[in-house]
T-cell receptor, first 114, second 113 residues
Framework: DTEVTQTPKHLVMGMTNKKSLKCEQHMGHRAMYWYKQKAKKPPELMFVYSYEKLSINESVPSRFSPECPNSSLLNLHLHALQPEDSALYLC?????????????FGSGTRLTVV | SQQGEEDPQALSIQEGENATMNCSYKTSINNLQWYRQNSGRGLVHLILIRSNEREKHSGRLRVTLDTSKKSSSLLITASRAADTASYFCATPLLETSGSRLTFGEGTQLTVNP
């Protein structure tokens, strides 16, 4: 298995809803990442997990809450989002959180906040 | 903040022509990576070139790296309509908390049949 699987592919949520994005990989990668991408812009790093521990939080608002239950799963819990949080949310993984490995990306979750 | 800048921002060519995209970066790097993204989809890793390499090939792709100028280029030869996508260069920034991959602004390539 050489894929990163993200669910759901599309999500529409109200500003008072609570939802979760899920990401799964079975490549034995020990680093996992959440990126946010707005239209016609490059991906921006949100969180990094290394060996299931949060190693980087890019000053993301607390309405985004990451969780890494085990080495294969990464969740992003969403609560009280704003319309400007609408974006493509990308999960990625790499063999380790060091610099000489390419990342494998999922196909993303298209989030719309209404 | 983004590490890299790419040019051109947009490139439109005819099928069969070559496409060249350039990337400049600011800090010292261990490697530079290129990714492709089809509209609204995830990114696909194309090629990684290490700082001690000057050129690397993969199929129709050729990547060069000039660390003295802090720049890289991606050449796609004999382009196809299926090559239409956004192309991003990315560099890992090393910090005490680990490595973070940051992306350039990207080049939107359109290959016309």
């Amino acid at each position: 298995d050489t894929e990163v699987t993200q669910t759901p592919k599309h999500l529409v949520m109200g500003m008072t809803n609570k939802k979760s994005l899920k990401c799964e990989q079975h490549m034995g990668h020990r680093a996992m990442y959440w990126y946010k991408q707005k239209a016609k812009k490059p991906p921006e790093l949100m969180f990094v997990y290394s060996y299931e521990k949060l190693s980087i939080n890019e000053s993301v608002p607390s309405r985004f809450s990451p969780e890494c239950p085990n080495s294969s799963l990464l969740n992003l819990h969403l609560h009280a989002l704003q319309p400007e949080d609408s974006a493509l949310y990308l999960c990625a993984s790499s063999l380790a959180q060091f610099s000489n490995y390419g990342y494998t990306f999922g196909s993303g979750t298209r989030l719309t906040v209404v | 903040s983004q590490q890299g800048e790419e040019d051109p921002q947009a490139l439109s060519i005819q099928e069969g022509e070559n496409a060249t995209m350039n990337c400049s970066y600011k800090t010292s790097i261990n490697n530079l990576q290129w990714y492709r993204q089809n509209s609204g989809r995830g990114l696909v890793h194309l090629i990684l070139i290490r700082s001690n390499e000057r050129e690397k090939h993969s199929g129709r792709l050729r990547v060069t790296l000039d660390t003295s100028k802090k720049s890289s280029s991606l050449l796609i030869t004999a382009s196809r309509a299926a090559d239409t996508a956004s192309y991003f260069c990315a560099t890992p920034l090393l910090e005490t908390s680990g490595s973070r991959l940051t992306f350039g602004e990207g080049t939107q390539l359109t290959v016309n049949p």
